[in-house]
């Protein structure tokens, strides 16, 4: 339960982006989050099922620590 929750709110933080990003609209944003929700579970227990070896990218780590001071970002709060 606690991985799906970190998921969940991993999919709503994206959610929450394409809806200030795109032409999405508050409540079809909220119509996409309870069908990806549905889907969680599953993703889940796939995620677990990769051996721990093929998880690791340190590269996400990194561009992700350069985001901050990137000249253009979509969101600066």
Known sequence: PALQAIAFGWAENLMQAAVRCVPLGQTSGQRLLARLVQAIPHAVDTAL?????????????????????????LFRS
Do not use: C, K
């Open 49 to 73: 099922s990769v051996p721990e070896p093929l998880a690791f990218a340190p590269l996400l780590g990194i561009h992700g620590a350069r985001h901050e001071t990137q000249y253009s970002r």
